[in-house]
């Protein structure tokens, strides 16, 4: 719930008493042999059944993760951040000679050794092209990844397996939904709405279109915590707005957005909603169906999973007017040198050979934060922010950018005396990794008139002891440049 990101003004209780007491029982790493077994009944599957123009129909693709098991239930063992932290084994690295603490979440997120395992596992035992041959691995592989795929649905509340499709990343995510969707439906004159806080990547490919088509590109203002002001908003909608794209989540200020709001007044104005959870995935839980955007896109590394596989999801009636991205193998029906029928989604948007063994691994990611529960991450990251934010907020040369109400795991600062670039090395001598920098979001930054930001940004294998770590580090270079 949004309650669970609100930062309470009052005064911190003390930050040991926050951390849940030991528990047993939290789920450890996956070992390969726990990996899901395929069927014993061998099943081959071909292509989505599709009528031909000759009036052949192709074969149905038997329901392909229907013997995979899913990690389910909704009950979960206390929260024990040190029981979590075990399942992740490069947080035993040194770094300078100290532990390593890593505070650049929101560049990309640590793997548990399940998903490692469970890579590792495809590799070893699965490994085949999927859909298209007549053997046993084909159909491992073929269960593997669309079992992946219905790991997804179920982690969004998507309705329906096929309105997810797999691609790179949040960036390939959002090009696709721009040349394929946009290409389509926005013309000379249209209008297409960004917000102040979002990502570049969410920007430079509206912009491509924007000037492909003669088109506008609108940007929604925020206050000065970071926030959407809504009432702008409502005035930038009118009948040339084809699409709203707005982050759940910033990565440059952690601002929450209220996107359910911004969803609704965009299809009051008759335009299609993108939402962009590169950042809130792994922060809370997320429910398509309620949120009522059109399409909602997220990466794998941002979630414990694997780099190089993301998420388009999208509502079928919009997928399927939408005209394919990409053409090769895997997405077509029938092939004649006169005509291309393609398949259903989501193999229309697949061209290729896709990321099979990654797009398990992210299927492996979310079983383990499943395991875990995304309530009690959201609630154990909300009182490590909270304490986080009051430690560099009593440090009188830092000033905080970003201090929205309804924040998530980012705190971008700015330390007087020092280049941004200077306290990210610092901090590194130390063992603290953090990202310095514009964060592929300078416009935002610019809002507030700096250029970069030092940014430490969390997940739920962080500890108070760390925030405790970087915040000495502060201290020290505050004293050490005293200004004014």
């Not at 596992?121 to 046993?136: D, K, L, M, V």
Request: glycine share 8%; charged share 20%; aromatic share 8%.
């Amino acid at each position: 719930t949004p309650d669970a990101h609100h930062l309470p003004s009052p005064s911190i209780p003390e930050h040991r008493s926050l951390t849940a007491p030991p528990a047993t029982g939290i789920p450890g790493a996956a070992s390969p042999s726990s990996a899901p077994s395929p069927s014993t009944t061998p099943q081959y599957y071909f292509v989505d059944s599709v009528v031909l123009p000759s009036g052949y129909v192709t074969p149905a693709k038997a329901q392909p993760h229907a013997t995979v098991p899913l990690a389910g239930g909704d009950r979960h063992p206390p929260f024990d951040v040190n029981a979590v932290r075990r399942d992740f084994p490069i947080l035993q690295e040194r770094v300078n000679g100290r532990q390593l603490v890593w505070f650049d979440n929101a560049a990309t997120t640590h793997k548990p050794q399940s998903v490692i395992d469970r890579i590792s596992h495809f590799y070893a035992h699965e490994n085949s092209n999927i859909h298209r041959a007549a053997h046993e691995l084909a159909a491992r592989a073929t269960d593997a990844y669309e079992g992946a795929r219905e790991r997804v649905r179920r982690f969004i509340n998507a309705p329906d397996v096929n309105e997810v499709i797999f691609v790179r990343g949040t960036t390939e995510a959002i090009n696709l939904v721009a040349k394929s969707w946009g290409a389509q439906h926005v013309g000379e004159g249209d209008e297409i709405i960004v917000s102040n806080l979002e990502h570049h990547a969410n920007i430079v490919p509206w912009q491509q279109l924007a000037a492909a088509k003669g088109a506008k590109l609108r940007v929604i203002p925020v206050d000065d915590s970071g926030q959407i002001l809504l009432d702008e908003y409502r005035k930038l909608l009118n009948d040339r707005t084809k699409i709203v794209a707005i982050t759940q989540v910033s990565n440059a200020l952690g601002t929450v957005t209220p996107v359910k709001e911004i969803v609704e007044l965009a299809h009051r104005a008759g335009a299609k909603a993108l939402v962009d959870g590169a950042q809130s995935v792994s922060h809370m839980r997320v429910d398509v169906q309620e949120l009522g955007a059109d399409f909602f896109v997220f990466s794998g590394h941002k979630v414990f999973g694997p780099t190089g596989i993301g998420v388009v999801w999208g509502k079928r009636e919009v997928l399927e007017d939408m005209p394919p991205w990409q053409g090769g193998g895997n997405m077509i029906a029938d092939v004649t040198f006169e005509k291309t029928v393609f398949q259903p989604i989501p193999n229309k948007f697949e061209a290729g050979t896709g990321n099979i063994a990654d797009a398990v691994g992210l299927g492996a990611a979310i079983d383990y934060v499943n395991k875990i529960g995304i309530e009690n991450i959201a609630r154990y990251e909300h009182d490590l922010l909270v304490y986080g934010m009051q430690q560099l907020r009593e440090i009188k040369s830092v000033r905080l950018i970003g201090t929205a109400d309804d924040k998530a795991s980012v705190m971008s600062f700015v330390l007087a005396g020092y280049s941004t670039e200077e306290v990210g090395h610092a901090l590194n001598e130390e063992g603290i990794a953090v990202r310095t920098g514009h964060h592929c979001a300078q416009p935002i930054l610019r809002r507030f008139g700096v250029e970069t930001t030092v940014r430490p940004s969390l997940a739920f294998y962080n500890t108070f002891d760390e925030i405790d770590r970087l915040a000495t580090v502060i201290r020290r270079l505050a004293g050490q440049r005293r200004t004014g």
